[in-house]
């Protein structure tokens, strides 16, 4: 052999080696050993061989030639993945395989499918981009919902709904709670049978998972039902689904509308979903089950309050994803309650449940040790470090927290140990579906959020004005070891996390006392310069505003998923093994993130690093906060976007460019304060600093 081929042979050893590392996850899996498969035809195709997403594309047609390259992507990023967890990657070519795509009913190009053993599941969301990571997702959910995997070998068991039937339904004669879909159809009969729907491209698919659906549902005891709004044009009118009575726009797609009736109601027992339209069932068994519950009201007692704020949040390797939920909670005592009370919570029984994972209970518990009891336990957390004062629970946190006053809402998320109260301060308020449920969202996202490309921009955005930041921490669940070691390291993001709130909330409290003691200075200078009693007055009465912000959002990025989405903040280094357990702290006021901590690390999910990162940004004075971002600006997050910059302009060049920069900043603020400001006004009462504190007593 000659020295070249040794040093080929040298080479391409080398690539062997590291391509697996490079591919994805950190398996000893080789792509180049299997073949990126041929497309399925006729004879090899069979929508129950497991879990398949298939792609069904034309050779011809521009989208699905710019989607192969993202396809053969993602099939060999998943090809190890989904062999274990039988999920196949799979194209049809309809050119190839017209009758094939024609009984698949196939309506366009590029189509994505997912089948599982009892065939079709449901069509990529037309909303979504085909991005590799989009298609992963998709076939990753695909095990998440075990009950797909269910015999369906049964035929529908949706009902046809007569007009007569559905007044029956609306009067409270059902016997059952009723999910309805209302259908672009005429005298479709069988929710089985082949329904010629007219404009409507995803009525056949919706169809198909209709009929699971309605097996699934009868095991809880929910029937369902279908209308055909082009027969029953009146009820479907009246609805507002007028769109499905008859087409009035041909370019425009129609798509069925799902509602659910309770029984032995004769009021509030109609509920539209509102939603996005999905094909994905799942989305309207949760609409089912959680809105019949809501509309029950169910009592919930101390012990299961207690076991749900002791939760604890697990990363598991297995996709199954159990939801964190919000339960709001109405305290009352029966001998002082009034009917209207009662009536009042019925109308929230459709808000709530248009909140993901929100359950509504009602309560004669006298909730305040719960409360404190759940305090107690995040103070047992944070009290860490034996080299550190003990951190105690201060009497202001409860006194803020807790109105002894019943009726009241509390609101405890699962795995979160600071409750949070209502406390409006009339019944007007307290009857208010608007102020409540505004209140209700301020805490709609779960304790822990899993940053995914569906999500990412909407937690970035979440309420900015009580949100400052979102503590990303990477981690992996690829495998047992990686999933454990993720889990150790989530576990101290969450430690620092309340330690932080700790000190977040101190500053609140400190912040009102402060502005508390220059409105009574206020108050002595007036009366020493002789001003008029009245005035006087009105300067000690000066509103203090309790703000409540400041508060920062734990989530957590799944690099053997996701990778690619920090490359949106502008994370542009290929994530790896090393990351896991490295936290970024996005700052939502200045739009930028920090990959150090305080003392110019690495930021790891240490409780100490990470209190005193998130204090240092969003609790210190401007100055300070400023002077930060000016650091980061040269840091190496900014460093490459700023280079033509440097050779362009010189050094004088970055002294007027930071300049501009916190004369931006400093505007922003400005403007930022004053909105704010204007909403709270415009609210009328006060923010306390673990919900709505509207008692003016309390604060003074
Ligand atoms: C994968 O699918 C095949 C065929 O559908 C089945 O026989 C096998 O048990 C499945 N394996 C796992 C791990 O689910
Ligand atoms: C992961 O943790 C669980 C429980 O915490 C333990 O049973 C298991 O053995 C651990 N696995 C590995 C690979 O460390
Ligand atoms: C405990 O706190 C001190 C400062 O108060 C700090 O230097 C030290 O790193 C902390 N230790 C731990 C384990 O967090």
New binding site residues.
């Given amino acids: 052999m000659t020295p070249t081929t040794y040093s080929t042979m040298w080479v391409l050893w080398i690539l062997t080696m590291m391509l697996p590392r490079f591919v994805h996850g950190f398996e000893s899996y080789d792509a180049t050993m299997v073949e990126f498969p041929a497309p399925l035809t006729e004879s090899d195709f069979n929508p129950k061989a497991g879990f398949q997403v298939i792609e069904f594309f034309s050779p011809y047609c521009p989208h699905c030639k710019s989607l192969a390259p993202i396809w053969k992507d993602s099939w060999e990023t998943f090809y190890e993945e989904g062999r274990r967890q039988n999920i196949s990657l799979l194209q049809v070519d309809c050119v190839e395989s017209g009758d094939l795509c024609k009984s698949e009913k196939i309506m366009g190009f590029p189509s994505i499918r997912l089948y599982g053993p009892n065939g079709f599941i449901e069509s990529f969301p037309k909303y979504r981009t085909m991005s590799k990571d989009n298609i992963l997702d998709f076939a990753r959910q695909a095990v998440d919902n075990p009950d797909d995997m269910e015999d369906q070998q049964i035929g529908s068991l949706s009902e046809l709904v007569t007009a007569e039937k559905f007044a029956n339904l609306l009067a409270g004669k059902g016997q059952q709670p009723y999910l309805l879909s209302f259908w672009p159809a005429k005298n479709a009969r069988s929710a089985d049978g082949n329904i010629d729907f007219k404009n409507c491209d995803e009525c056949d698919t919706f169809q198909k998972g209709w009929k699971t659906l309605s097996v699934k549902l009868a095991a809880l005891d929910i029937s369902t039902g279908h209308l055909n709004c082009e027969s029953s044009a009146a009820i479907c009118t009246n609805l507002g689904f007028s769109s499905l009575v008859k087409i009035t726009n041909h370019r425009v797609d129609r798509i069925p509308k799902v509602a659910l009736v309770v029984p032995e109601k004769t009021t509030n027992n109609f509920f539209t979903y509102d939603g996005p339209f999905s094909t994905k069932m799942s989305v309207y068994e949760d609409f089912a089950k959680r809105t019949y519950f809501n509309s029950r009201i169910m009592t919930i007692s101390s012990e299961e309050i207690v076991e749900i704020t002791q939760k604890e949040y697990k990363l598991s390797g297995t996709h199954e994803k159990k939801p964190q939920k919000l339960h709001l909670v109405y305290s009352y005592n029966r001998e002082t309650a009034v009917p209207e009370d009662l009536q009042f919570l019925q109308s929230l029984v459709d808000p709530v449940s248009k909140i993901s994972n929100a359950y509504l209970y009602i309560t004669e518990e006298d909730l305040t040790p719960v409360v404190v009891q759940s305090f107690e336990s995040m103070y047992e957390m944070i009290n860490y470090n034996t080299s550190e004062p003990e951190k105690r629970l201060k009497e202001e946190y409860i006194d803020f927290n807790i109105m002894p006053d019943n009726p009241n809402f509390f609101i405890f998320r699962d795995g979160d140990k600071i409750p949070h109260t209502f406390q409006g301060y009339s019944t007007t308020e307290l009857r208010n579906t608007d102020t409540i449920m505004d209140w209700v969202r301020e805490y709609s996202l779960p304790m822990v959020n899993e940053v995914t490309p569906d999500n990412f921009a909407q937690i970035l955005a979440f309420n900015s004005e009580m949100y400052d930041g979102v503590a990303i921490i990477l981690i992996n669940t690829i ?3 990686l ?2 070691n993720s ?1 150790e390291h989530l576990d101290k993001l969450r430690v620092g996390y309340y330690d932080y709130e700790h000190v977040r909330m101190g500053k609140m409290i400190e912040d009102v006392s402060v502005k508390r003691e220059r409105r009574l200075k206020k108050a002595n200078r007036l009366k020493e310069k002789g001003y008029k009693k009245s005035t006087i007055l009105e300067a000690a009465r000066e509103e203090i505003l309790h703000e409540d912000n400041k508060k920062v959002i734990i989530s957590f990025l799944d690099i053997s998923k996701y990778s690619s989405i920090l490359n949106k903040l502008g994370v542009t280094h290929v994530l790896s093994e090393d990351d896991i357990g490295k936290v970024i702290l996005y700052d939502k006021y200045t739009k930028s993130y920090h990959k150090k901590d305080i003392f110019g690390n690495d930021f790891i999910a240490e409780p100490y690093t990470i209190r005193e990162t998130l204090s240092s940004v969003f609790l210190s004075q401007k100055p300070a906060r400023l002077s930060r971002i000016a650091e980061r600006l040269f840091g190496p997050l900014f460093c490459e976007s700023l280079k033509n910059f440097d050779s362009l302009v010189g050094v004088s060049g970055y002294a007027i460019f930071i300049v501009l920069i916190l004369g931006c900043l400093k505007g922003i603020k400005i403007c930022r304060r004053k909105r704010i400001g204007k909403r709270y006004k415009a609210k009328r009462d006060v923010i306390g600093l673990l919900g709505k504190n509207g008692n003016k007593k309390s604060l003074d």
């Fill in positions: 495998e047992t070891e999933t454990n889990n």
